[in-house]
């Protein structure tokens, strides 16, 4: 891996055998390598629930509903890994929404979203407090339409801060679920591993909030 300093600006992503990134040393880039496929259950609920949506788009909407999603996609633009602001397509829109209502079990939307993103929790802390269960404390409440996600990082060494791109879900709460929240962990810890969480607000729109950061030491005390 080599340390850079990008003459045109901050890359990233894949350009032919090469990958551009950054971490705490600063940009850098790295030699590609092809993923692997471990065919896990939740890589193929996940692919499932894209790929029904994805469908729906020309199988549930009509015309106009999707005319719809186009005017709500050329007004809200996302951000990159950059920071930067681009434009997805209504259909994408569409299939992200959507794809987050169904896993968290909540009911589908046809139109795009008018309420707007949800507002981030103000507090977030959550406790190893055993192998498998990590007990999540967070304010403000919420709404009775609203759920929290979270997602959790591998089980590392303390001193380790991996980011939201290297965690995984681990699933979201119920709606107006109370605080704390005893979350079912997809890996399991010991004493003294850290685990990195991430979580947001989740919406009735499939729109979610800043996600917050909280950090623990398994001591299951």
Same mark, same amino acid.
């Given at each position: 891996?080599?340390?850079? %300093?990008?003459?045109?600006? @901050?890359? !990233?992503?894949?350009?032919?055998?090469? &990958?551009?990134?950054?971490? $705490?040393?600063?940009?850098?880039?790295?030699?590609?390598?092809?993923?692997?496929?471990?065919?896990?259950?939740?890589?193929?609920?996940? !692919?499932?629930?894209?790929?029904?949506?994805?469908?729906? /788009?020309?199988? #549930?909407?009509?015309?106009?509903?999707?005319?719809?999603?186009?005017?709500?996609?050329?007004?809200? @633009?996302? $951000?990159?890994?950059?920071? %930067?602001? #681009?434009?997805?397509?209504?259909?994408? /829109?569409?299939? $992200?929404?959507?794809?987050?209502?169904?896993?968290?079990?909540? &009911?589908?939307?046809?139109?795009?979203? &008018?309420?707007?993103?949800?507002?981030?929790?103000?507090?977030?802390?959550?406790?190893?407090?055993?192998?498998?269960?990590?007990?999540?404390?967070?304010?403000?409440?919420?709404?009775?339409?609203?759920?929290?996600?979270?997602?959790?990082?591998?089980? #590392?060494?303390?001193?380790?801060?991996?980011?939201?791109?290297?965690?995984?879900?681990?699933?979201?709460?119920?709606?107006?679920?109370?605080?704390? /929240?005893?979350?079912?962990?997809?890996?399991?810890?010991?004493?003294?591993? !850290?685990?990195?969480?991430?979580?947001?607000?989740?919406?009735?729109?499939?729109?979610?909030?800043?996600?917050?950061?909280?950090?623990?030491?398994?001591?299951?005390?």
């Amino acid at each position: 891996m080599a340390i850079i %300093q990008p003459i045109l600006g @901050p890359m !990233r992503g894949r350009l032919g055998a090469d &990958v551009f990134s950054h971490n $705490k040393g600063g940009d850098y880039v790295r030699l590609g390598t092809t993923p692997t496929n471990p065919q896990t259950s939740r890589q193929q609920t996940t !692919r499932a629930i894209l790929g029904t949506h994805s469908t729906g /788009w020309t199988s #549930v909407l009509d015309e106009d509903q999707r005319a719809a999603w186009d005017v709500y996609a050329a007004a809200n @633009p996302i $951000k990159n890994s950059l920071g %930067q602001d #681009v434009l997805i397509s209504g259909l994408a /829109w569409y299939v $992200k929404c959507n794809s987050r209502l169904t896993d968290a079990a909540l &009911v589908e939307i046809e139109l795009p979203p &008018v309420l707007g993103a949800p507002g981030a929790f103000d507090t977030l802390s959550v406790d190893i407090s055993d192998a498998a269960t990590g007990t999540v404390t967070f304010t403000p409440v919420l709404d009775a339409d609203q759920a929290a996600q979270l997602w959790v990082s591998l089980p #590392v060494s303390s001193g380790s801060t991996p980011n939201l791109a290297q965690c995984r879900l681990a699933g979201y709460s119920a709606l107006a679920q109370a605080s704390p /929240w005893a979350a079912t962990l997809p890996h399991s810890f010991q004493v003294g591993q !850290r685990g990195v969480f991430y979580a947001c607000v989740l919406g009735p729109e499939g729109l979610i909030s800043a996600y917050r950061q909280a950090i623990d030491d398994a001591d299951f005390v």
